[in-house]
């Protein structure tokens, strides 16, 4: 009797089961096929292409190579190669005549060695825009490399320059302060991105443009280790003024070519937000001692248990609470299949794929506030018990927590009141994000050049996992896998197509930036 009971309630749980599947998979299929399209309609036409003359070309290749023969190098938060970023003020009024030239520019130093230029246009009811860059880079030394680091030469097209990264602690070191860290990929190059800029508004004065809309370049010099006195005083100096921007382009991301896993095409991602960061020194005193008395318990050993609490007890995976989410969601259609339908159905697939994101260190830097012990200091004698054991410990603060919540959690893990925190830099919360709809025209504008440039359609916001203040991120390079292989800097070079290709979209991005007119999404434009 239970049997047969059984048989019938089997049958009308299947018949249920399968329904319900049916109703999940149409639910999927229709998330993944009937995405919202993100299609902008400009009413007017984009700006013309700007193609380069061959001895435009080859004005701009030597322009690089000379700025990349200059090591202005950021050695530690206090050491700068000061005469390389003199040598780079003399550098770039040679190489940008027109630019230093223009009645139409006002050029000051900031802070000793930062560039802020200021470009009038012919429509002051506009707000103006600003492109940020940053000159320094991070040390090289030759070894590995095929070309020497600061040498500007050239090899099978490529132009090979000024590296980084190649001693570990610098490595560790620089990475943690300029956080130029997206899946896994440290790009080194933006030497070519503050001279991209110059190089195309040198073109532009060439061809005899005027902007409509006014805007502003800022070159820091100290970005590699705070910006505290470079892109920091530049914003200072604006914000004493009372300047208004419409927004605010700096460096970040890419078009990535093969560099998501299991993607179609190149994508091109604007950041729209960063992590917040927390440098906190950790310090434990204790009586000294003789080490033939030992305590029971040494400063050192205090310290190692507290930074192995926090390096087992992570904070918590936070996938989809900030803009991550929604960026693998737009990116749904240019993953093949099945991860095309994982992506446009997180609703469910969500856990799973926080999950597996977060067994690499790029993709777990992206679902959660990481943790990182980069520094510990303890003990100056093999017989003496030190009194003081000291480490540092950094923290990058997902975009949905904040410096509050992630020093509770730090108390709570640790847990021990002799374990004394202090710190001396500022910790910085997430900015908040950054406008990136249908109507925000720094956005629409970046995107636009972006497809202009680039002919690729998708560009998701994404969370840049650095620690600048800006507003929208954007590098005008193709990443592709095998540039991976470079992350340590070493052999860091840059195709001349692709030195073009920088400058063909700040072509763009200028002069689509002088438009006012508003996108208007396509389903309005019936
Ligand atoms: C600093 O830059 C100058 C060139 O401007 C170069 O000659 C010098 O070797 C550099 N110093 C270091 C320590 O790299
Ligand atoms: C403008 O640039 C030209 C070179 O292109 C130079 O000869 C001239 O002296 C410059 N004028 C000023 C006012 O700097
Ligand atoms: C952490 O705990 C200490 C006492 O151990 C306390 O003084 C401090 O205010 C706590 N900080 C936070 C952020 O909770
Ligand atoms: C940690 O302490 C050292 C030595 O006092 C100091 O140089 C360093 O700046 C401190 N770091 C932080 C993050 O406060």
């Known amino acids: 009797m239970a049997i047969s009971m059984g048989k019938g309630s089997v049958g009308v749980l299947t018949g249920v089961f399968i329904a319900s599947l049916a109703v999940v998979v149409a639910v999927l299929l229709l998330r993944t096929y009937n995405l919202p399209e993100l ?3 400009w009413k007017g036409k984009g700006a013309p292409r700007i193609e380069l003359e061959e001895d435009e070309r ?82 090289a030394t030759p ?4 070309l020497p680091p600061f040498s500007g030469e050239e090899k099978d097209g490529y132009i090979y320059g000024r590296g980084s990264l190649d001693d570990k602690s610098r490595v560790i070191d620089v990475a943690a302060q300029s956080g130029r860290t997206l899946f896994g990929v440290l790009i080194g190059l933006h030497f070519t991105l503050p001279k991209g800029i110059l190089q195309a508004l040198e073109f532009l004065f060439k061809k005899g443009y005027k902007p409509r809309r006014s805007f502003y370049i800022g070159l820091g010099h100290d970005e590699e280790i705070s910006g505290r006195h470079g892109a920091k005083e530049i914003v200072k100096t604006l914000e004493t003024r009372n300047v208004k921007l419409e927004y605010l382009l700096d460096e970040g991301f890419g078009v990535l070519d093969g560099v998501i896993y ?48 926090l390096e087992q007890d992570q904070m918590p995976n ?71 054991a000291r480490a540092t410990v950094n923290f ?68 840049s996992i650095g620690n600048t203040a800006s507003i929208y991120k954007f590098r005008a390079l193709v990443i592709k896998d095998e540039d991976l292989s470079r992350f340590h800097g070493i052999n ?25 007119i508003v996108p208007v999404q396509s389903h309005l434009e019936l």
């Open 492 to 516: 860091e070079r840059i195709s001349k197509e692709g030195i073009e290709t920088v400058v063909q979209f700040y072509f763009q991005l200028i002069q689509n930036s002088d438009t006012d």
């Open 262 to 309: 299991g993607t179609k095409r190149p994508i091109a991602l604007i950041g729209v937000t960063e992590k917040g960061a927390i440098t906190l020194n950790l310090t434990v005193n204790s009586p000294p001692g003789h080490s033939s008395m030992p305590p029971r318990e040494s400063s050192i050993g205090i310290l190692s248990a507290a930074l192995s609490r």
């Open 58 to 139: 080859e004005q701009l290749y030597e322009a690089l190579k000379g700025a990349l023969r200059i090591p202005t190098v950021s050695f530690s938060p206090s050491e700068q190669n000061t005469t390389a970023l003199e040598e780079f003020k003399e550098y770039i009024k040679s190489a940008f005549p027109r630019v230093f030239n223009s009645s139409l520019v006002e050029y000051e130093l900031v802070g000793g060695y930062s560039h802020l230029f200021n470009v009038q246009g012919s429509d002051n009811s506009l707000l103006p825009y600003m492109l940020l860059a940053h000159l320094d880079v991070v040390p």
């Open 396 to 463: 990058r603060i997902h975009p949905a927590e904040t410096v509050n919540e992630v020093l509770k959690a730090m108390n709570t893990t640790i847990m021990d009141d002799r374990v004394i925190p202090s710190s001396d830099v500022p910790f910085f919360d997430p900015p908040s994000i950054s406008p990136h709809d249908e109507e925000t025209f720094g956005y629409q504008t970046v995107k636009r050049s972006i497809t202009d440039v680039f002919l690729v359609e998708p560009v998701a916001p994404g969370v």
């Open 318 to 388: 936070r996938f989809g609470k900030g803009p991550e989410g929604a960026m693998f969601e737009q990116l749904a259609d240019e993953f093949y299949f099945p991860l095309n339908i994982v992506m446009a159905n997180l609703w469910l697939f969500g856990p799973l794929v926080s999950r597996i994101l977060q067994r690499t260190p790029s993709g777990n830097a992206l679902v959660r506030t990481t943790t990182a012990l980069t520094i510990f200091n303890a003990g100056i004698k093999s017989n003496v018990i030190p009194q003081t």
């Open 143 to 146: 070894e590995g490399w095929d």
């Open 39 to 41: 299609k902008v309609a």
